[in-house]
């Protein structure tokens, strides 16, 4: 079964809208450069804190912590601005930060003199916040537990120091306590608003993994699938697994074009190619077909899968006629403007096949396979002996009997096929009447 994400997933693809086209270091710098400007913004609204703070009288040791802040973010936005530096440094910056939110969390201990307080400033404890939130940018769980997991460990140390009293030579006195339970409720806070942070970077990266997946899987699909059997794909999850059913397939060909290739210039034949299978694609997608596949010059449609519909035959009879006038309509204007051109060969069968997923190790196919493939391949082949534009078997002109007025068909009674014991009665059209055909 084929699985689209929620809603969800469109609207981060929407925030990521270029995710699937980027390259991991792309995707890297472009975050890099996001979590410097922040931090810069971060910085002044840390200095503004910090002067109209409880504890602004303290500017000295303020600006210790503000230099060792805004060293890192100036260092942080000159690594991202010129794509240097390795993937550890994000990490390096952490710790920094979380170091730097300790020493400010009690900066009376660095101040020389100074009586340990363990009051906390607004200021303080919003910058603290301030700071988790950034790390939660970068969209890494794992950073968001180094971070919270350092500032909570430096916190309790300090905490722990003073109720042993190992750093300052006395006890609290007992209405210090209150103060040290309050400072350790604070710590719950933001150990619990940390843990928030990780589950939404989480749940973000699960989500957004999962709807760039399904939008390369989509540009995959859309590759083969017309834009309606897509739509159906994503909403309802239509399963993709092997199954039998009855599809007419369809082969398209072009004549003589090895030969041709061996002696034009690789960029002509990569031209030739990408105008004749956009004309095919749009053609087998006009009359709700699929195309199984690309082989060289060579184009498999099918249709009737993923599901099966009663005018699968008369769909697919249609959409030769239409496209045997394109690639004439093609050849000619190829020729107007001085360029090689091909005649083409197209052949239609319709029966049972078994089409799906075909699992095979690294790479898993959409695809039909069968007898029914076989033959229609080798009506492909048999245009060229006949000189026909279209050669369909009997079984589609029977499953599709008000198609046989739309063109002048020709009838041979006994065809052989190649590689086949057997013959089949099969119906063609004239290359000479190609360019009069409707669909």
């Known amino acids: 079964m084929i699985a689209f994400p929620p809603p969800y997933g469109a609207i981060m693809l929407g925030l990521a809208a270029n995710e699937p086209d980027l390259t991991s270091a792309e995707r890297r710098w472009r975050r890099e450069r996001r979590s410097a400007w922040v931090r810069l913004v971060a910085l002044v609204i840390f200095v503004i804190n910090l002067m109209v703070g409880e504890h602004a009288s303290g500017i000295l040791v303020h600006s210790k912590v503000v230099v060792g802040y805004g060293l890192a973010?100036?260092?942080?936005?000159?690594?991202a601005l010129a794509r240097r530096g390795p993937t550890w440094v994000a990490?390096?910056?952490?710790?920094?930060?979380?170091a730097l939110v300790v020493a400010l969390f009690h900066e009376h201990l660095f101040a020389p003199g100074g009586t340990f307080d363990h009051s906390l400033s607004a200021p303080a404890l919003a910058i603290a916040f301030l700071l988790l939130a950034h790390v939660a940018l970068r969209l890494r769980p794992l950073l968001v537990s180094l971070f919270s997991g350092l500032v909570i460990a430096g916190w309790m140390s300090v905490l722990a120091f003073t109720v042993t009293g190992q750093s300052w030579g006395d006890r609290p006195r007992g209405d210090d306590w209150p103060a040290l339970l309050a400072e350790a409720a604070l710590a719950a806070a933001f150990g619990f608003s940390a843990f928030v942070c990780y589950l939404l970077t989480r749940?973000?990266?699960v989500l957004l993994k999962g709807a760039v997946t399904s939008e390369r899987r989509r540009r995959n699909l859309a590759r083969f699938f017309p834009p309606n059997v897509l739509s159906e794909l994503q909403t309802k999850g239509m399963s993709l697994n092997l199954s039998r059913r009855r599809a007419a397939i369809m082969f398209v060909d072009l004549r003589s074009f090895t030969t041709l290739s061996e002696t034009m210039p690789p960029e002509?034949?990569?031209e030739l190619l990408a105008e004749y299978r956009q004309l095919v694609t749009q053609a087998v997608f006009a009359y709700d077909g699929t195309v199984d596949k690309f082989i060289g010059d060579g184009v498999m449609a099918v249709f009737g899968h993923p599901h099966t519909a009663p005018d699968d035959s008369a769909r697919a009879l249609q959409c030769a006629l239409s496209l045997s006038l394109s690639l004439v309509r093609w050849k000619g204007d190829r020729l107007r403007r001085g360029k090689p051109a091909l005649d083409a060969g197209i052949g239609l069968h319709v029966g049972p096949v078994i089409g799906g997923v075909l699992q095979s190790g690294s790479h898993d196919e959409f695809t039909v396979i069968g007898d029914t493939v076989n033959i229609a391949e080798r009506l492909e082949r048999l245009s060229g002996a006949l000189g026909a534009a279209v050669v369909v078997s009997e079984a589609v002109m029977l499953d599709a009997p008000s198609s046989e007025t739309t063109a002048q068909w020709l009838w041979k009674e006994a065809a052989e096929l190649d590689g086949r014991i057997g013959r089949l009665r099969v119906a063609y059209l004239p290359r000479s009447a190609g360019g009069a055909t409707g669909g």
């Open 73 to 79: 973010t100036l260092l942080a936005l000159g690594l």
């Open 91 to 98: 990490t390096l910056f952490v710790v920094i930060d979380a």
């Open 203 to 205: 749940d973000h990266n």
């Open 268 to 270: 002509n034949v990569s």
